[in-house]
């Protein structure tokens, strides 16, 4: 009603966007009046495509635009491990570590009963019909130390105990750089049960 | 790198924005995805729709989509009164307090040595065309309250001064609501400054 109608449809727009309240929704959306034609039309065109062209990857349930997605298809990964994890920005974080070389199995989510996301919810059936496959040696549950992450590995691992495949789960304990005076109970609990000889 | 190619261009074009970081940027990216298509589709269309046919009215300077502004068209407002502010959303900010009911002059700009912003660059000599017209009693000037703001104020005040229309400053003092314990000194100056009579 104060604003000329386009301004207001993107100011809309923008407070549909997570974490973006009406002041910075009517921030941006000036910022945008004032951007290059240019930029703008790659930016419209950028959320068409994202939208048009990524879908998940049907083996490993990562984001992709192509099927199956580039670390499935690489043949020199290491085959015989795959690492589970929640989300696609998972993946990205553990590809930029460097040092992981095996497959990923994306789970688009964690059990969570608060929400009502139960097992039957996240892409679980997928990975055990992965495990058939018997050159997979090893699965390392890496979804987020918190509660819908621990609960979400201790559920899979139990699934995969018959296959009497390994199952290893990320180490909790204090992060690099940390300081111990600062850490919270439980992370200071942690890092004492996984201590290991030296 | 780590991204398909669709995703990265849609972080790229985020992170184009103020404000907007690489996480936040692949947040927002991420967010799109799990959109509905029709609200992505909407999302580009009011980009590029907001570029396209925005514009500055040549009257008053305030944003548009039409030429002169829905304000300056408006026959039932106070066309004896212009009040100068510097941005668009300080209309916005003056007509959501529906108390004025005068014009305005947005001068898109304030006078700012530091930045290289001289007289010439913001919208004045505009104002003074039209303040030619005979119909103006009285010019306010809204422009923020800092140093920018008001050196732009002194300098308008000092250019209309020969033409004898009455020139006024927002009153500065402190916030309804405010507690005086907390105020700075020299908005409490300010305030005992501008005390008037009860």
């Not at 386009?6 to 004032?34: C, E, H, Q």
């Not at 688009?108 to 058939?132: A, F, H, T, W, Y």
Request: net charge negative; charged share 30%; hydrophobic share 40%.
């Amino acid at each position: 009603m104060y604003y000329p109608e386009p301004i207001t449809k993107l100011i809309d727009s923008f407070m549909k966007l997570p974490g973006i309240g009406p002041k910075t929704a009517a921030r941006l959306a000036f910022f945008v009046l004032n951007m290059k034609e240019e930029d703008v039309l790659d930016f419209a065109k950028a959320l068409v495509n994202a939208k048009r062209d990524l879908g998940y990857c049907s083996v490993c349930g990562h984001i992709t635009d192509q099927d199956p997605c580039v670390i499935c298809k690489d043949e020199r990964r290491d085959r015989s491990i795959i690492c589970v994890v929640q989300d696609p920005k998972d993946v990205i974080a553990m590809e930029k570590m460097k040092e992981y070389n095996g497959l990923y199995h994306v789970l688009n989510g964690v059990i969570s009963p608060m929400e009502g996301i139960g097992p039957e919810d996240i892409n679980v059936p997928d990975l055990l019909k992965r495990l058939q496959d018997e050159t997979i040696k090893e699965v390392i549950l890496a979804t987020n130390p918190n509660i819908e992450g621990e609960a979400t590995a201790m559920y899979i691992s139990r699934l995969l105990k018959p296959s009497g495949i390994r199952t290893t789960r990320i180490a909790h304990g204090l992060p690099v750089g940390g300081d111990l005076e600062y850490a919270d109970e439980v992370t200071l609990s942690k890092a004492i049960e996984g201590r290991r000889e030296l």
